[in-house]
């Protein structure tokens, strides 16, 4: 079993930055594929990135894509999601999660999740 712990939300103003950062307690963070997901207001939850078990693959939601890095560091058992260039559509709950899988890009992939971060950018 894993425990997921996102920080690092907050207020920017548009064209901003801010780092997510989610920390894994548990057994065998290597085991799983990682992935951050958000919920606006009134909006589904949607995928916004997922990295491989080492690392070594990354994918992105388009929305996304060019503006927001995904990594994770296995010895410190964290992921984090460098958001830059926000936007007020960026403005969500973010949530880390955890997967078994070794491709998750869906809700239905992840089995752990965090609490969520909540983060607002300002126009």
């Known amino acids: 079993q894993v425990q997921l712990v996102e920080s690092g939300g907050g207020l920017v103003q548009a064209g901003g930055s801010l780092r997510l950062s989610c920390a894994a307690s548990?057994?065998?963070?290597?085991?799983?594929?990682m992935g951050w997901f958000r919920q606006a207001p009134g909006k589904e939850r949607e995928f916004v990135a997922t990295?491989?078990?080492?690392?070594?693959?990354?994918n992105y939601a388009d929305s996304v894509k060019g503006r927001f890095t995904i990594a994770r560091d296995n010895a410190k058992n964290t992921v984090n999601l460098q958001m830059n260039s926000l936007q007020p559509e960026d403005t969500a709950v973010y949530y880390c999660?955890?997967?078994?899988?070794?491709?998750?890009?869906?809700?239905?992939?992840?089995?752990?999740w965090g609490q969520g971060t909540q983060v607002t950018v300002s126009s």
């Open positions: 999660a955890a997967s078994l899988a070794a491709i998750a890009r869906g809700d239905d992939d992840y089995t752990y």
């Open positions: 548990g057994r065998s963070f290597s085991a799983y594929t």
């Open positions: 990295i491989s078990r080492l690392g070594v693959s990354t």
